[in-house]
């Protein structure tokens, strides 16, 4: 990747003209060691280049929560609340997946995702056809950590996704042991029990036992809507932290979207644990759900990450516009001291990785790490006259998902220039339109 600025979100902030050598995969070197690492190729090998003159080069970007199960479900669930649109619209829409509607849900995903620059993603699968959404995520070439999602009870679940405890998590190991660390290591599986509302005590249990013996995340909801926090207190007697910290969920390899409502003792319950949360201010504001206060997460040192929430609720998937509102509603909030551009394009790289427990492996531009990177192109009077003043700035309050340029998972060109390598984004969208006509004619909608 020849010419660009690199903005590397590496521990120092490097932000850096030059050059970036991606070889086998891997960031081989940076801006001054390019030339001497070229010249040491193995028979003067001259790599294939990319020109970034004119863009940032960034790591790739961390989708930090996502259901691309829900991608189809786009439009079809307007105008609700949190538990009525999961009640009347979501859960019915879910239960009428088939294998092919649900690969053609997750391609249409992957396909504006890549076309964003997203290289990673934590997806919440639904109950069913798991396996399907491993396969497609697989031959999509994104790096994904994804799991079923688990329910065992609750009200308004179709009884095609309630599944018992003991059968829901047998299921979901039987997918650890086919899918966690495949695809060349670019697939992870986790555990989603959904949220409290959905779960019984019982499968809290079985989850945590799980993870702690074999290592997986847990992904899950907590803290998201009001009514769903009096429903949730109603249930078990406590908000959802309590809970967890109580049935031990909360660990560093807890993963729980939303956390819009934790007040300043469930967040400490969430730091002393070492648990991440996931900021989804798209869907939090389209849902009426409310403001998660991040800069507060981020002053106690919790682990935070950037998501947009599945297609249903937000209707855009793309992280550009997640960055736009984690900032505005910090500066909203925090008038004097909210979050600045570099904490929020932190969200939704390094710090995202690290929520996920990929920091070691992804999130930034560093020698030895996988070669999962964006070229964001800001060379366009939209960005002009400044663009690359401040980087940060330019990409959270002028940059789009439509000025990404290159998208690289393992080094692996899967979006160059308004292209897919590993989609066929035309089909993509016709099968999305078919599978959707097929499942909205299955669904049973009250
Ligand atoms: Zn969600």
Known sequence: VHGGTLVCMDAARTVARG????????????????????????????????DARGALVLPGLVHAHLHLCQTLFRGLAEHSDLLRWLRESIW???AAHTEASLAASVRLGACELLAGG????????????????GETLAATGLRAVFGPALMDQGEGVPA????????????????????????????????????????????WRDVTEASREHGLLVHTHLAESPTEGGEVKAAVGSHAAPYFAAHD?????????????????????????DAALVHCPGSNLKL????????????ARVRCGLGSDGAACNNRLDTFAEMALAAGLSRAKHRDDPLR??????????DGAAALGLADRVGSLEVGKHADVAVIDV????????????????LVYAARAADVRLTLVDGRPLYVRGGHAALDAERCVADAAREAALLLARAELP
């Open 118 to 133: 997203v290289t990673c993603v934590n997806d919440m699968g639904t109950v069913h056809h798991t396996d399907a959404l």
């Open 19 to 50: 050059d970036l050598l991606v070889v086998e995969g891997r960031i081989a070197a940076l801006g001054e060691g390019v030339p001497a690492a070229l010249a040491a190729l193995p028979g003067g090998r001259v790599p294939e280049s990319f």
């Open 92 to 94: 019915p829409l879910e």
């Open 249 to 273: 969920v909360l660990s560093p390899r807890f993963v729980g979207a939303h956390g819009v409502w934790l007040d300043d003792t469930e967040l400490e319950l969430v730091r002393r644990a």
């Open 379 to 394: 060379a366009q009077a939209h960005h002009a006259p400044f663009a690359e003043r401040d980087p940060y700035t330019t």
């Open 288 to 299: 009426g759900s409310g403001t998660a206060d991040v800069r507060a997460w981020r002053r």
């Open 160 to 203: 095609r996704l309630l599944e018992g405890a003991e059968r829901a998590l047998d299921r979901a190991l039987e997918l650890a042991r086919r899918f966690h660390g495949a695809a060349g290591g670019r697939l992870t599986v986790s555990l989603a029990p959904r949220f409290i509302l959905s779960c019984s005590e019982g499968l």
């Open 341 to 350: 551009a570099r904490d929020v394009v932190a969200l939704a790289t390094c």
